[in-house]
């Protein structure tokens, strides 16, 4: 005698976010990231394009919308997230990657003896000055010349390129008008 069982479908209960106002969101309605956006910024430097980045309760995920007033979604992105707060987490995100970038680069000056002593700098001035030296560097400065030349100096007694047979390296190296010149010759030794 075979028993016969009835499958009952269960749907999840979903339950209404309230936004802003009186409008009532459900997740995923009318659009994918309605209810669900984690982070909304512009993603070029034209302001014409904003990244959604929502998530599904599983995984954060990106979605590219134009910047329309007059297109539904753009019109349900700004219900729930204002310019102010997509202008906001734009500068957050870009004072992130410069902040990476800064990062990295007192990393290889670390890695490299960049720095005088071959520590950080205790004095604030002696470190702005190595920054400046590479990106405020004046080809008609004396100071900054010798430094240059100080540099160049550093680099001929690292390992890579004192026991390098590359000559065009070494030229390269020689003939660098700025410290940027000379570190990017200096790579080529570290490939």
Known sequence: MAIEFKRKEVKPEIKPIVNSGSQV?????PFPFSGRIVECYYSNPELDTVSIMWSDGEKNRE?????????A?????LSEFS????????????????????DAFHRYAMQNNMFSSGEIPQ????YQGSMN?????DPENAENKESLFK?????????????????????DIRKAETPVEAISAYYSFLK
């Open 133 to 137: 030296l590479m990106f405020e560097f």
């Open 123 to 126: 004095d604030a001035e002696e």
């Open 63 to 71: 979605y590219y919308l134009k910047v329309d007033e007059n297109d």
């Open 151 to 171: 540099l160049k100096l550093k680099i001929f007694e690292q390992d890579e390129v004192k026991n390098s047979k590359k000559k065009k390296g070494k030229t």
């Open 25 to 29: 969101k459900i997740p995923g309605e």
């Open 83 to 102: 310019y102010e707060s997509i202008d906001e987490c734009t500068r957050n995100r870009h004072e992130i990657h410069r902040q990476e970038f800064r």
């Open 73 to 77: 979604q753009f019109q349900a992105l």
